[in-house]
């Protein structure tokens, strides 16, 4: 590790001079909020050389270069990471010691930059850092919400959503680059033009405007001089009182183009694989891809003359569909601002556009309202209309006759605009992010589109960075790793193969769950810091944080947790050692099922905490505004992952590598990466259980699932869905899950009873937990277990995962920076 990034003396008195330059204060006056700022200035400084020195690079070598486009980035904190990927945390930390700091508070007064939901965006992030550590050339492309994800608390059990100001005290990792700014357009009519060469264009006026400004914010490689960059798009109005006389009309369109521009980037919609269908929504998404667009065109257009070169250098990468209107835009601007014929533009479009899949939920596929669509994007509608025209003319050709073929396909049907098929007929990419995933799309969900376009379908199953979620996240184990097979996993997470022997180590086991338990010490104070519970260190830390979705199933878990307080009532002497069950999860703000699912745990915890004649061998714990900074600590303390969803429903999952990376045991289905897992780390060191995706799938097909039947027949089962409603865990409201109970055992409004085949699944999750009850006793086994799953993590580094885009789909050229240039 190069460890003269930063020079102890010269970076204390930096961060000195940046506190008198910020805030004319000295390091005595200065709040932490003040401190944070000046120490994050010092490190941006030092990113910057960097950074310039990325892109006179990029100049001068002209690399490839992949734009992904995504409504999200989850990015979590950057100062750490930075430091992490600068190989200067543990000097920057030693220094701010000396001046009696303390890194990690510093770093807490940090605001998460949550422009994301969850995996989407958070993938996104892990794309980012492995791009840059990998020396490729990239751009994130997204918008600068003023809000991003809200803030969660908790009263009196329920969720409240508050808004979260991210910006408030000014973020020191962006910068604002006006002089990069671009137009996008809104609304207005088009009308066809005739040159006197009996030429015809299109002409789009009556529009409204907002001038798109971007903030980028460096992605830092490790310990490679790399700095990419992340673009997000802040909207302004156009200087219209500028144009023309104060006449009523101008007025009001002032007005309206300033509501425009203020609205646009206002707020990320808080939805987890499901879309509201808001018309601000379709804004948001062709004002962050027009802008982008025309930053990677004006980019190219520096080192090219002839724009049909461009998919030689330039690739842009659609992150689920949300960013599809880039076909018809790109489109749009070759046959309108180029002067293409349409031929030569699709070539260069469909060249130049993939596409990855993250969800079959089919209530996350983007259906636009034609009528919507044609009034907010009249000539971009066009276009899509003649992509239709010609797609369903290749499906004529392809499957001639075949009507049911073109109405299941087409781009254009039934009113609505369906992004996913614009995508694919477009997309030369089209790609999984998990074996089972991808499988069940060629082979069910996009069928059709597989049957006709194989070669452009493959998987890229999904990774994660271990800078963030071992190197920062678990420093403890990090060195643990470190001192066993070298430092070489930062960048290469196979290496971590090497642990393999020591598994069988009594010494290291020993070690390795010493670490674990200090982890678990840190965020049990984290728990009676912030929720006021106590909890046993010695017990086994159970743990379920993702998105709360009915599929994802935390109602399996609070379920069994209901079942195992039941037995122990019933049975105080019965085998069991001490678990705490830990939730953190956010729901959607209208997602009824969801958050009365968070206050049943809240419920359950209350019932169970306090109750004497369980003489807290079960605790039960929801951490509230679950999120990428406290998740770091929650992996590192881990025990037990739940990775419970439905099989075929969870699309790859990654969080589930996070725990592992860790060192914790999955439970889980066959579901998403899961699979991989498995076939990875090995049946003897993983819990199975629950039906296979086929099953699922066959049941769904059927219809011949009888939830009502378990529940009849099922005595343990029964007596936990009564107490649903029965008052046991909301004593002052009986009817209050009464939805939940429903929603396990009778159709409704289209609803089936128990979509999610929990109560099918629940014995088979139960003995897999009774499995994992003995086998803790069983100090190392388990030891050797939790071992073997770190030193099998290594395919699902994002490492890994870009590497397979960059040869399959982008093939990006490396760059070298070098530090002498500048
Ligand atoms: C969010 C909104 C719309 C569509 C999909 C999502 C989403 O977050 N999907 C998730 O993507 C992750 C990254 O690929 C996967 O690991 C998750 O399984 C998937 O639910």
Not at 66 to 81: I, K, Q, T, W
Not at 168 to 185: I, Q, S
Not at 451 to 480: E, V
Not at 577 to 603: H, Q, S, V, W
Request: proline share 3%; glycine share 6%.
């Amino acid at each position: 590790m190069r460890s003269n990034v930063f020079n102890k003396k010269e970076f204390v008195s930096n961060v000195k001079d940046n506190l008198k330059n910020l805030y004319r204060k000295t390091l005595d006056e200065a709040n932490q909020q003040e401190i944070f700022q000046a120490v994050s200035t010092t490190v941006k400084d030092e990113i910057m050389d960097r950074w310039l020195a990325t892109q006179q690079t990029f100049e001068k070598d002209d690399p490839k270069t992949v734009y992904y486009m995504s409504m999200e980035f989850l990015m979590g904190r950057a100062l750490g990471n930075n430091l992490i990927n600068l190989c200067a945390y543990k000097e920057v930390k030693e220094a701010l010691e000396e001046l009696g700091l303390d890194l990690s508070v510093i770093e807490d007064q940090e605001p998460d930059p949550a422009l994301g939901n969850g995996g989407l965006g958070r993938l996104a992030a892990c794309f980012m850092d492995s791009l840059a550590t990998l020396g490729y050339a990239a751009y994130g492309c997204g918008i600068r919400y003023r809000y991003g994800m809200f803030k969660q608390k908790i009263s009196d059990g329920f969720q409240v959503e508050v808004p979260d100001n991210w910006l408030k005290d000014g973020y020191p990792f962006e910068l604002r680059r006006p002089e990069y700014c671009y137009e996008v357009r809104f609304g207005g009519n088009v009308r066809p033009e005739y040159g006197e060469d009996g030429s015809m264009k299109f002409v789009h006026e009556n529009y409204q405007s907002v001038l798109a400004i971007p903030y980028d914010m460096p992605i830092v490689g490790y310990d490679n001089n790399v700095v990419d960059t992340l673009i997000t798009w802040d909207a302004q109005a156009k200087e219209v009182f500028e144009l023309d006389s104060f006449d009523k009309g101008n007025y009001e369109q002032a007005v309206a183009q300033e509501n425009l521009a203020r609205n646009l980037v206002e707020v990320l919609y808080p939805n987890d694989n499901h879309v509201a269908g808001k018309e601000l929504r379709l804004k948001q998404q062709y004002f962050f891809v027009s802008a982008s667009i025309q930053r990677a065109l004006a980019r190219f257009k520096k080192h090219h003359d002839d724009i049909h070169d461009l998919p030689e250098k330039v690739v842009f990468q659609m992150n689920d569909t949300h960013p599809t209107v880039a076909v018809a835009e790109l489109m749009r601007i070759l046959v309108d601002e180029e002067g293409l014929g349409w031929d030569d533009a699709w070539n260069i479009t469909t060249h130049c556009v993939a596409y990855t899949n993250h969800t079959i939920m089919s209530e996350a596929l983007e259906k636009w309202p034609i009528e919507i669509f044609q009034r907010l994007l009249p000539r971009v509608y066009q276009i899509v209309d003649e992509i239709n025209r010609r797609f369903l003319i290749e499906i004529e050709n392809r499957y001639p006759g075949n009507e049911y073929k073109k109405q299941k396909m087409a781009i254009l049907w039934d009113g609505q605009v369906k992004m996913a098929h614009l995508a694919i007929a477009a997309g030369f990419s089209v790609n999984g992010v998990a074996k089972l995933h991808t499988e069940i799309l060629m082979n069910q969900e996009l069928k059709d589109f597989y049957d006709m376009y194989p070669q452009k379908f493959n998987n890229k199953t999904n990774g994660i960075t271990q800078r963030r979620f071992l190197a920062h996240a678990n420093p403890l184990l990090a060195d643990w790793v470190t001192k066993h097979v070298g430092k070489g996993w930062i960048t290469d997470l196979s290496q971590v193969a090497k642990l393999a022997p020591y598994a069988e180590d009594p010494k290291e086991q020993q070690e390795f769950m010493e670490i674990k338990r200090k982890n678990k010490i840190r965020l049990a104070k984290y728990i009676k810091e912030h929720n006021g519970i106590e909890v046993n260190p010695d017990s086994i830390f159970d743990v379920q944080v993702k998105r709360l979705h009915e599929y994802k199933r935390q109602l399996l878990n609070i379920l069994h947790v209901m079942y195992l307080y039941n037995q122990l009532k019933s049975n105080p002497n019965m085998d069991f050692y001490p678990r705490t069950f830990i939730f953190g999860a956010k729901a959607a703000a209208g997602y009824r099922n969801a958050k009365l699912t968070i206050k049943l745990i809240n419920n359950v915890a209350e019932v169970i905490n306090h109750d004497p004649d369980i003489q807290g061998k079960i605790k039960v714990v929801f951490i509230e505004d679950y999120r990428v900074s406290n998740a770091e600590w929650i992996f590192a303390a881990a025990d037990v992952s739940e990775q419970i969803s439905t099989a075929s429903k969870e699309a790859s999952g990654t969080g589930n590598m996070k725990f592992m990376l860790n060192g914790a045991l999955t439970l889980g289905t066959m579901d998403g990466a899961n699979v991989e897992m498995y076939d990875e780390v090995g049946a003897d060191n993983i819990f199975i259980f629950g039906m296979s995706a086929e099953e699922v799938i066959a049941h769904e097909q059927h219809k011949d699932y009888n939830p009502m039947e378990i529940y009849n027949n099922d005595p343990d089962i029964h007596k936990v869905l009564n107490q649903l409603i029965d008052g046991t865990f909301s004593a002052n409201d009986k009817e209050l899950f009464r939805d939940l109970y429903n929603s396990l055992l009778s159709n409704q409004g289209g609803k089936i009873a128990d979509r999610y085949f929990i109560l099918a699944d629940f014995r088979s999750y139960a003995n897999e937990q009774q499995k994992i009850n003995s086998y803790y006793r069983n100090r190392k086994a388990w030891a050797k277990s939790a071992i073997l799953n770190v030193a099998h993590v290594g395919k699902f580094s994002s490492d890994r995962t870009i590497q397979e885009y960059v040869d399959d789909i982008w093939h990006l050229d490396k760059i070298t920076v070098k530090m002498d240039r500048i």
